[in-house]
């Protein structure tokens, strides 16, 4: 049996005209349509499609920073994986422990679900739910970008993408040490390094080298994401 990782690419279903303003990439299912066409009545394909969006990547690689900016310019809403870590999870972080699987696994689902809940019509979103979701979540091993993967099994208007930041360690220890108040510690991106599996051959990740500027990798990965919403077409 194939992987998750390993599954063919299902077949691309249609979005709206990536031409239109950026903020509007995701089809707007809050107009009041209900996903239909107003002439005929049809259903619009590219209006019932969500995509979930995972940037991933060890600490000090900018997931936050990068997720923030997708959230503004897809006009979707944000979750922020470390929010979902267990107060035991943080505890061992801040004392410098890495986390194992077992950790990891309760994080996992619970960030998983939340994405899906975002995805679904609830008395938060008015009933309208947005069409697409970015979370931020190292996913440092493919049985980990599996378990997240899940989120999108049984539902084909549903598609998850990971953006994996790809940075050098030298650079992640300089960024994590200059991050005072964070409970990860520097010492810890040698364990997460030593425990990532960058992503390849999994048809569903961008990777972006993240060496540049701020402006410059946003910008990367924002052209990234409307490059593969535009295969969608």
Not at 64 to 93: C, I, Q, W
Not at 195 to 220: C, F, H, M, N, Y
Request: charged share 20%; with cysteine; hydrophobic share 35%.
């Amino acid at each position: 049996m194939l992987s998750a990782g390993e599954r063919p690419q299902p077949p691309h279903a249609s979005i709206v005209d990536t031409t239109v303003s950026k903020a509007r990439i995701m089809p707007d299912l809050t107009n009041g349509t209900n996903g239909t066409n107003g002439t005929n009545g049809v259903t619009s394909k590219a209006a019932q499609m969500q995509h979930i969006w995972v940037v991933t990547g060890p600490a000090g690689c900018g997931k936050s920073t990068v997720g923030n900016a997708l959230r503004t310019e897809l006009a979707v809403p944000f979750l922020e994986g470390d929010d979902y870590h267990p107060a035991s999870n943080k505890d061992k972080m801040g004392r410098g422990i890495p986390l194992t699987d077992e950790d990891r696994w309760d994080w996992l689902i619970s960030l998983r679900q939340a994405a899906i809940d975002a995805l679904s019509p609830l008395e938060d979103n008015n009933f309208h739910p947005p069409t697409g979701v970015v979370v931020a979540c190292s996913a440092l091993k493919q049985k980990y970008r599996d378990v997240m993967r899940v989120a999108a099994y049984g539902s084909p208007s549903v598609q998850i993408h990971f953006v994996y930041l790809k940075l050098g360690e030298e650079v992640l220890m300089q960024r994590v040490t200059q991050r005072q108040s964070h409970y990860m510690k520097n010492n810890m991106v040698h364990s997460q390094l030593a425990a990532l599996e960058e992503p390849k051959g999994e048809w569903d990740v961008i990777t972006i080298d993240v060496e540049g500027p701020v402006e410059e990798v946003q910008r990367s990965v924002i052209d990234a994401v409307v490059e593969k919403l535009a295969e969608y077409k």
